[in-house]
């Protein structure tokens, strides 16, 4: 473990409180960037205290907006978990940029998420640059991970990530830097009170107990997603779009125990993906059906029958008329 000790340094030398100084209720939005596998989604999830967001060891999987919201006594925080800020290299890309700048212009303190154990690269700088971009709004630097990286190594990588905000960002750099780990829990709550810290008095957005916004097909299509990259190669999160076509409940079924049909189809670039989604003998797809089942039963709280098509849909990512349909 790294820094038990941690705390957050602020630029201004003092911490800042949650509450406002009339002790009044504070909330407002942030958002979560970083370039992909940083650790956003873990992050949401430990912040939102339950699953909401879909976490994968494969980069770009959080496709759509996802917001968790973080509900105290003292504030409301509701965070937007985005795709990676990345350069645009397809049609999709730019319409992922675009969505993450709107994003961006419209939260009160955004956090910039950097993984303690990878040397700060070419994708950060340019993130930062973007962010630097977007005017005064309060960016606060986290420090991920901080379990993969020894003490010495996180405290190097403070002083790294300090530089950086202060050549990219001028003046004092960012607002905040916060070493945390989602995993174990370290430093969580401390990522919270800072981010806190800069929403304004206001009263709570959303009624309590509100985990998220997503319409439940959005999640359904996430589940699926999650299931069908498990394991897959580099190439296919970005070739792969799912669809949720319906949600239906099951006719002739006592009321005591419904089943709702879930249909979903699966788009994919070339051939050669859908085979690698299917399986020798469609044992891969199964498999995918399955996992997926077991989590979109327990988000629905239903049993549901779930059939899943692929479909190629060459160049999709390409094509601005298949990209509207498939709902970008
Ligand atoms: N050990 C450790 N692993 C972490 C931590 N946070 C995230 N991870 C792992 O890092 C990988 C990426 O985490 P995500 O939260 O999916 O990253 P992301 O930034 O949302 O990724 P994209 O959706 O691709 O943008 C996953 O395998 C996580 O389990 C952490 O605090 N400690």
């Avoid at 949720?244 to 006592?254: A, G, L, N, T, Y």
């Amino acid at each position: 473990m790294a820094r038990r000790d941690g705390g957050a340094a602020s630029s201004s030398g003092e911490f800042k409180g949650a509450t406002t100084d009339d002790g009044g209720f504070r909330a407002g939005f942030a958002v979560l960037v970083g370039r992909p596998n940083a650790g956003k989604s873990t992050l949401t999830n430990a912040l939102v205290g339950q699953k909401v967001a879909i976490t994968s060891a494969k980069p770009q999987t959080t496709r759509h907006t996802i917001r968790g919201i973080v509900h105290r006594p003292d504030a409301q925080l509701v965070l937007v978990d985005t795709p990676g800020l990345h350069r645009p290299r397809t049609l999709l890309g730019q319409r992922l940029n675009d969505l993450v700048a709107e994003t961006l212009s419209e939260v009160d303190a955004i956090g910039f998420c950097i993984p303690a154990n990878e040397r700060i690269g070419p994708g950060d700088r340019f993130i930062a640059a973007q962010l630097a971009a977007v005017g005064r709004k309060p960016i606060v630097a986290i420090v991920t991970k901080a379990d993969l990286a020894d003490r010495a190594r996180v405290t190097e990588q403070l002083l790294a990530v300090t530089d950086l905000g202060r050549e990219v960002l001028g003046g004092e750099g960012f607002s905040d830097i916060v070493p945390v780990s989602a995993q174990d829990g370290f430093q969580v709550e401390t990522v919270a009170d800072v981010l806190v810290g800069h929403m304004p008095p206001s009263p709570p957005l959303y009624p309590d107990g509100e985990l998220t916004d997503e319409p439940e097909a959005v999640m359904v299509a996430e589940l699926v997603r999650e299931a069908a990259l498990e394991g897959v190669r580099d190439e296919l999160p970005h070739s792969l779009a799912v669809v949720v076509d319906e949600i239906v409940p099951r006719e002739d079924r006592p009321e005591d125990n419904p089943l709702l049909d879930v249909r979903v189809n699966l788009f994919v670039e070339r051939p050669s993906q859908k085979a690698i989604i299917i399986g020798r003998g469609g044992a891969r797809l199964r498999e995918v059906g399955s996992t997926a089942r077991r989590g979109i039963e327990a988000l629905l709280g239903t049993k549901i029958y779930l059939d899943l098509h692929v479909k190629v849909a060459k160049d999709w990512q390409r094509d601005p008329k298949q990209l509207g349909r498939l709902g970008f």
